[in-house]
């Protein structure tokens, strides 16, 4: 009699989104859960995906029902007990932040910005939590100036209640950034190179981010006020060992000094101001996944807490430089 579409991707596909539900409403004893392939069938989860929008193949799916929900109740439970093994929010020592401190996260729609938002809003000190990205109100588009200077006024404006509060944060975690995309990987030789890549890599590692910084930083709280750009060690020169990767590197290295210089022009009207960059270590997002992140890198919360430790600890001393998510100090 009834049905129910759970969706967990992010990129939800409207138009396969309809015909399931049209499709689950001619069949009214079908419980029908959409789950993002990865979660319920590892092994040939491209195969299944397509027969599962293919929109012709639904007696199929109700047939394989009971085997998804098990998997899917497998899944959640092994989610749940990751969950527990993580650094609970409450332990992780936020003490330099006011109590019911106020947190900004750009880019909260992506694995580390999630995380940052789940992390801080189950924090005990942490009084307000505010997740930015392309599809929240107000919108911020990397891409797009416009969005970006509308985002900042809109928080800048609010009325205690509303979005803005105060309009001040006392932390605020810039985590948008794009290694690759459906039209481009990593480069892995000279011969990769192009206009196309290059400037659409630099506009959201490194131009969109610089007009975040003309626009937010006035929205630091003046006695503690701390701005973090995630950026990457593979953005520092000295570091280069491997070479490749052109535009992505050249971006963050780009992003490291558009952080610097603005933490010197910063210091001058507001000294209590602490703007860094950040790397937050291999993570296993989307960004990370097909270079073998799902192995290689930690879990998201794992990283946040981590990093909110180092925030936790950075003084205006140190303002303008660029931190691991370990605390340690990377070379540029
Ligand atoms: N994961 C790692 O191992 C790793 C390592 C070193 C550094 N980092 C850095 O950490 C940051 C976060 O990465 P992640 O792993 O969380 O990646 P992710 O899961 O792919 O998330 C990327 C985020 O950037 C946003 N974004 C992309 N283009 C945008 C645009 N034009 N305007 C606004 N937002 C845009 C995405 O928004 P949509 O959801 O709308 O696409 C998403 O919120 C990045 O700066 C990355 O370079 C990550």
């Given amino acids: 009699m009834s049905y129910a579409v759970v969706w967990f ?10 015909a399931l539900v049209d499709a689950a409403a001619h069949r009214p004893m079908l419980c029908l859960y959409v789950i993002e392939p990865s979660l319920w069938a590892p092994p040939d989860a491209a195969r299944q995906h397509d027969e599962f929008f293919g929109g ?20 959640l439970a092994a989610q749940d007990s990751a969950s527990a093994s993580q650094p609970h929010a409450s332990t992780l020592n936020l003490a330099s932040f006011p109590e019911g401190f106020r947190a900004l996260v750009i880019g909260a729609s992506g694995g580390i910005g999630q995380a940052f938002v789940q992390v801080l809003q189950t924090h005990p000190r942490c009084g307000t939590v505010v997740g930015l990205h392309r599809h929240s109100e107000p919108r911020l588009d990397l891409d797009d100036e416009a969005s970006i200077a509308s985002a900042a006024d809109a928080l800048r404006g609010g009325e205690n209640g ?114 860094v960059s950040l790397h ?23 990283a946040v807490a981590d990093m909110l430790g180092v925030l936790n600890r950075l003084a205006a001393a140190d303002s303008g430089g660029f931190f691991a998510y370990s605390g340690q100090r990377l070379p540029w």
């Fill in 280 to 302: 937050p270590g291999t993570v296993n997002t989307g960004l990370s996944k097909p270079f073998k992140g799902e192995q290689i890198g930690r879990a998201a919360p794992d």
């Fill in 9 to 18: 991707k992010r990129d939800l596909r409207l138009h396969d989104h309809a």
């Fill in 162 to 275: 509303e979005i803005g509060g105060s309009g001040k944060f006392h932390l605020i975690i810039h985590a948008a950034g794009v290694l690759h995309t459906a039209d481009f990987s990593p480069e892995k030789k000279m011969g990769d190179l192009s206009y196309a890549q290059l400037e659409a890599t630099f506009r959201v590692n490194t131009f969109g981010p610089a007009l975040v910084l003309r626009h937010f930083c006035p929205l630091l709280e003046p006695q503690r006020g701390v701005l973090a750009v995630l950026s990457a060690k593979v953005g520092s020169i000295e570091d280069n060992r491997l070479g490749g990767w052109y535009s992505y590197r050249a971006s963050k290295a780009a992003l490291n000094m558009m952080l610097k210089t603005a933490a010197i022009e910063v210091k001058r009207s507001n000294p209590h101001a602490v703007l």
């Fill in 56 to 75: 012709a193949v639904m007696s199929e799916v109700a047939m394989r029902l009971p085997n998804l929900l098990h998997q899917y109740a497998k899944q």
